[in-house]
T-cell receptor, first 114, second 113 residues
C-alpha cells in the first residue's frame, strides 16, 4: 500500500559527483515537498511544488534543484554534493483543500557523501 | 515566518506513566497543528492533529490541547508503552497560506519497561 515511494533508499556518492533522488506518489496530491533531515534534527524544507509552481526556501543552497515533470513524480538533483549534504532526504505530499492538509512522508533516501 | 519551540528535548518515562510535550508558536495566523512520530530510521507519521477552532482532541491514548490565546499546544500520551518510544515533532501552519509546516525541534521519548 505504498503511497509515497522514494528511490533509491540508500545512495552513496562521491564528493562533487551529481546525484538524483526520485519520489513518486499514488495519491494524486497536488503538493510535493522535499526535506533534508540530519541526525536528531527536525526535517528542513528545501522546496515544494504546488502543482507546477516551484517554491524555493530562501536558505536552500543553489546546489539543490528540483524537477516535477508530472503530478506523480518529483526529483531532487544535487549538482555537486559536499560532505555536509550527507543526510536523510524525505519526500512528502499533501492535498491542499479546506482547512487542513496532512503531509504524507515517503520512507526517505539516506544519502552518504564520501 | 512561523517559529515553533518544543520542550522538552528528551523525555524518559516509566511504562504506564503519562508523557507530555509542549510547543509554542509565534504566528497568531497559524491554524493547523499536527504531531508527527518518527521511529528510528523510519518516516515521520502523523499521529494526531488539531485545528484552531477546536480546543482538544483525543484518539485513544493520545490527546492534543490547544490554547490559541497563549499560542501553545501540547501532546499528551497516557499509559505509555515501549512502542511509544520515538521522536515526536510538533508543527504549525497557516492553512490556505503557503502550505508549509514549521516544525519544532523534536522530543526524544524513551519509555522504560
Amino acid at each position: 500500500d505504498a503511497m509515497v515511494i522514494q528511490n533509491p533508499r540508500y545512495q552513496v556518492t562521491q564528493f562533487g559527483k551529481p546525484v538524483t533522488l526520485s519520489c513518486s506518489q499514488t495519491l494524486n496530491h497536488n503538493v510535493m515537498y522535499w526535506y533534508q533531515q540530519k541526525s536528531s534534527q527536525a526535517p528542513k524544507l528545501l522546496f515544494h511544488y504546488y502543482d507546477k509552481d516551484f517554491n524555493n526556501e530562501a536558505d536552500t543552497p543553489d546546489n539543490f534543484q528540483s524537477r516535477r515533470p508530472n503530478t506523480s513524480f518529483c526529483f531532487l538533483d544535487i549538482r555537486s554534493p559536499g560532505l555536509g549534504d550527507t543526510a536523510m532526504y524525505l519526500c512528502a505530499t499533501s492535498r491542499v483543500s479546506g482547512f487542513s492538509y496532512e503531509q504524507y512522508f515517503g520512507p526517505g533516501t539516506r544519502l552518504t557523501v564520501t | 515566518g512561523e517559529n515553533v519551540e518544543q520542550h522538552p528535548s528528551t523525555l524518559s518515562v516509566q511504562e504506564g506513566d503519562s508523557a507530555v510535550i509542549k510547543c509554542t508558536y509565534s504566528d497568531s495566523a497559524s491554524n493547523y497543528f499536527p504531531w508527527y512520530k518518527q521511529e528510528l530510521g523510519k518516516r515521520p507519521q502523523l499521529i494526531i492533529d488539531i485545528r484552531s477552532n477546536v480546543g482538544e482532541k483525543k484518539d485513544q491514548r493520545i490527546a492534543v490541547t490547544l490554547n490559541k490565546t497563549a499560542k501553545h499546544f501540547s501532546l499528551h500520551i497516557t499509559e505509555t508503552q515501549p512502542e511509544d518510544s520515538a521522536v515526536y515533532f510538533c508543527a504549525a501552519s497557516i492553512s490556505q497560506g503557503d502550505y508549509k509546516l514549521s516544525f519544532g525541534a523534536g522530543t526524544t521519548v524513551t519509555v522504560r519497561a
